[in-house]
Every structure is written in C-alpha cells, then in structure tokens.
C-alpha cells in the first residue's frame, strides 16, 4: 500500500511553458520566410510564411471544408466510442465475446486502412458515409484495447468485495470496473481523437469533392503549395486541439484520486 | 461484553463445516489446499483460524463466504448453504489490503456496500458517518484513501464491511500489512466494535497473539494441505485489555498455540 500522496508539485505558469516554443516557432518562421526571398524559392516548390498566411486569410471555403472533415471525424470517432466500449464491457464479461471477438479486433488492426477506402467508397457511394465509416473503423483499436484493459484493471480484492455482497454485474461495471476504466479511456480518446481526423482526410483524398482531404489533393495536383501549406496547419492545429482537450478532460476526471494504485 | 461464546459446537451452529476440501489446478498437477475440514462455530463467536502461510487458511475462508467453491463437502450457515448466505448479504469480508475505491472518500467507501444491498437511503449517509465515528475518523470522511495512512485506510475497510449490518465478519489478515503499533490499535477498535455490533466473526491470521488475543476459540492449521490440527479455546476473560498480553495466562495460551502449530 502506498503512503499518502503529498501534494503535487505546482505547475508552472502557463506562459513560462508556452513561450519557448512560442519563441522557437517565430524564428523558425522567420529564417524560413528570409530563405525563400534570399533564394528566390519559387511560390510552388516552397512559398513563405507570410505567402501561405495571405492564402489562409483570402480562403474564404476554408471553414467549409474544415467543418466537413472536422464532422466525418468527429461522428466516426463517436461511433467508435460508443460501439468500442459496449464491446468491451462485453468482452469483460463474457468469455466467448473475449475468444470470439477479441483477435478479429487485432487483425482489424493490422489491415491497412487505404485497403479498404475503395471498398466502401464501392458500397456506400461518395458521400459522408465511407468518410465516417474510415474514421471509426482508425479509431476503434485503441479504443477496444485501452478500454479492455481498464476494465480489467479493477482490483481483485475490490472485485471479491462486490461479489461477496452479492453486487450485480451492472453494480459491478458501473460501480467499479468503468470509473477503474476512465483513465484509460480517456488516454485512447486521446490517441483517437488526432487518428479519426487521419481517417477522414485518409478516405478524403479517395473520391471526394469537398473536405480538407480534398484540399490537399487538389491543391497538390494544381501546385497550390500555399494552399496545401494552410491545410496541413488546420490540420496540425485540429490534432494539437482535439488531444490538448482531452488531456483536459482526462486530467479533470483525474482529480482527487490516485490512479497508479489500479494500473498495475 | 458478557460471557464468552459457547466453547464447542453448540444445538446451531452458525457456521458448519463438514470434510471441506478445496484442491486447485495447477500447471503442475492439482494441489490439494484445503483437506477434510470440520468446525462448527457459533452464534456471536469469535474464531481465528491460524496457520502459516500458504496453509489454505484464506481459501477456506473464501469457502465459507461463498467466494470460492468447495470441492468436497459441505458448509452451512444457519442450516443453508454459504451462497444462500451471501445472497442474503450475511458476509461482510475485510481484506488484507484495504480494497477501497480511489475515487471515493472515506464516506463514499463506506457508502458503497450500502448502495448494493438496498439499506434505506435516507439512513444511509447518518449510517456512515456513525460507523466512522465508532474508529475515529469521522473527521477524515471527505478524505481520499491516498489522503489517509494504512491504519485508516484498514479501519474504512472494516467500517465498509459493517455498514449494512452483515451478521457474519470474515476477516482475511486484516493487520498483517501493519506495523505492530497500528494494528495493536486495529485489535482494540476491532474488539470495541465486535462489542457493540455483534457478530460472528471468522478471522485468518497467521500471528500467535493476534489470534489469542481476539479469539474465543482458534483453529490452528498445518501446512498444505490445509488441516484443523487443534481447536484451543481461549480462556481468557472479556473484555480483553492490553495488559492481559503479559499475564501468565496469556504466555501459556502462545505456548500451547505455538506447540500445536509446530508439531
């Protein structure tokens, strides 16, 4: 058994951690924009910062596509979430669930996920659905494993308590095994969260006339370097934003309790 | 306390034992735990099963409560079978560790038994705090368990397993990760509380005096597989108070408990 925790270290201020960083960029960012005009670098091998900021400012489509992507990703990694962890809870408590299910999740794993955009793209057309379909299938491996794990991370000692109260097994998952879970779910959301967009601009670039997948495609084949230059950044800036919001969210849930005692 | 507990078996026994065995697969064959086991205990007693390590004392308090299947034999409590007893919430189990939840308080801890078992909800919350009260620690009910020491941590354990008024207390070296200070302690809050709630308790160890100390009768085991070698009934007088750790008395109830688990 571990001894109390003392009180955890005081975290340094947010613009003591940001500035290095922040600092770093800018120079980058100017070395970058001086080499291209000392070089004369042409617009379409490399254009400068200030270049590609112009463009992002003129794109006035840009939200349209972003908000196209940011949906596909989203509703793919919704669904995964919800049927990810229904599985799990089912794989936890039923051993046929676990043998019967379990490896075909490993090997969905290890299909590559380009493999499979054709096919569905020949199933369900050029819509939303392959899109969506992409990202949940990305995202449902991790989910399944971490979530698995946590819930097979609740104590022996706490789980023979439950049974010898005559818990049942919705007690027992509600009450225990999925508040033991949240950690580790919430660390797959994580790692989720920036694969789900990798989906849908994945499944984008395979027959698509809208989203930032499209972007990208197109403004490569027309040599738009600008243009690809301001989807990749929405696209760096989705994926720093969607795991920075769910670190939060697991560090809030994290509050007042010491996880390491249950992660053995 | 009034009298001590009735020494032998009496007319119904609270819990029977009737040649218990218990044997696990193993990579290496079956191992025989648990062999031919018969005690009875009864009502308000306090048994101590004793043994050394690994001598099958816990798996046959897991028998009793229903957490493990017996391979051979049967048990009985008050004349049913043990899952009928923990159907009815009869058991209230005390680990080794403390088995808390980390995200719940002190309260929160206690409360969960409660939540399972269907105790009123309105009585619930004062239940708690009543029981926290009786170890000390009703001002730590908001604390979480890495806020609280060992010790504490232990006594929430054994509150939890009072709270919804369990008639039986099986306790699994509760003390044994302890220092000796705090589970001197432990023993006096324990038997504080066995005189104000009482129970029949079942309760493994494998240190000498503990078992003397809080015990009616002790059962001492050998090693595997795990056998009754000899029931002692402590003659000692309730209540129990530190001094009596040095009476004449208390040191023959050691020897012979020691000679017995040796020979």
């Known amino acids: 058994m571990s001894e109390p925790a003392g009180p955890p270290a005081p975290e340094t201020r947010a613009w003591e951690r940001l500035l290095p960083p922040a600092l770093f960029l800018v ?3 100017l070395v970058w924009e001086a080499a291209v005009w000392w070089f004369g670098i042409p617009r379409w091998l490399l254009p400068a910062p200030t270049q590609i900021a112009a463009r992002f400012v003129k794109m006035k489509t840009l939200w349209y596509h972003t908000g196209l992507t940011v949906m596909e990703a989203a509703s793919g990694f919704a669904a995964s979430a919800l049927v990810g962890i229904a599985l799990s809870a089912g794989i936890v408590h039923s051993r046929v669930l676990e043998r019967g299910v379990f490896p075909y999740v490993i090997v969905s794993n290890a299909i590559p996920i380009i493999a499979i955009i054709p096919l569905l793209t020949i199933w369900f057309g050029f819509g939303f659905a392959p899109k969506i379909m992409i990202a949940a299938i990305i995202t449902f491996f991790p989910i399944v494993t971490n979530t ?8 022996a000692s706490v789980l023979d308590f439950m049974r010898s109260i005559n818990a049942t097994r919705w007690q027992v998952f509600s009450k225990v095994q999925f508040p033991c879970a949240l950690p580790y779910i919430f660390a797959a959301f994580r790692i989720a969260s920036s694969l789900s967009l990798v989906g849908a601009v994945v499944a984008e670039f395979y027959g698509s006339d809208r989203g930032l ?3 990208v495609i197109t403004s490569a084949t027309q040599l738009q370097t600008d243009l690809l230059f301001v989807a990749i950044s929405v696209l760096a800036l989705l994926g720093v934003g969607s795991f920075t919001l769910f670190g939060r969210i697991e560090r809030a849930f994290g509050q007042g309790r010491v996880d390491v005692e249950y992660r053995r | 306390m009034t009298s001590p507990a009735p020494l032998s ?3 119904a026994p609270c819990i029977r034992l009737h040649a218990v065995g218990v044997t696990y697969p193993t990579a290496r064959g079956p191992v025989e735990a648990v062999a031919d086991v018969g005690l009875d205990i009864g009502e308000g007693e306090f048994v101590a099963l004793l043994g050394p390590t690994g001598c099958g ?6 028998v009793i409560g229903d957490l493990t299947p017996p391979c051979r034999g049967q048990i009985e409590v008050r004349g049913q079978g043990a899952a009928a007893a923990r159907r009815r919430n009869e058991f209230g189990f005390v680990f080794q560790e403390p088995a808390l939840l980390p995200w719940r308080t002190a309260l929160a801890n206690v409360h969960l ?6 105790y009123p909800a309105e009585r619930r919350v004062r239940r708690c705090e009543e029981l926290l009260d009786l170890v000390g620690l009703l001002g730590f009910k908001d604390n979480y368990p890495h806020e609280l020491s060992g010790g504490m941590k232990q006594r929430v354990a054994i509150v939890r397993a009072l709270a919804w008024d369990p008639s039986i207390l099986l306790m699994d070296e509760p003390f044994s990760a302890l220092d000796e200070l705090t589970r001197n302690r432990l023993q006096e809050d324990l038997l504080a509380l066995w005189a104000v709630e009482h129970k029949t308790i079942v ?3 494998h240190n000498i005096a503990e078992a003397v100390y809080l015990a009616d009768r002790v059962a001492v085991m050998s090693a595997r597989p795990g056998r009754i070698k000899a029931l002692l009934p ?6 129990r108070r530190p001094q009596m750790r040095d009476t004449v008395e208390f040191l023959e109830h050691l020897r012979t408990a020691r000679e017995a688990l040796g020979g």
Do not use: C, N
């Open chain 1, 27 to 29: 120079a980058a960012l």
């Open chain 2, 113 to 118: 038994p409660l939540e399972v078992v269907g």
């Open chain 2, 203 to 205: 309760f493994v160890t």
């Open chain 2, 234 to 239: 402590v003659r000692l007088p309730r209540p």
């Open chain 2, 57 to 62: 004392k816990s798996t046959l308090l897991r």
């Open chain 1, 148 to 155: 698995t794990r946590g819930l097979k991370s609740a104590d």
């Open chain 1, 213 to 215: 997948g499209f972007l």
């Open chain 2, 9 to 11: 078996g009496a007319a």
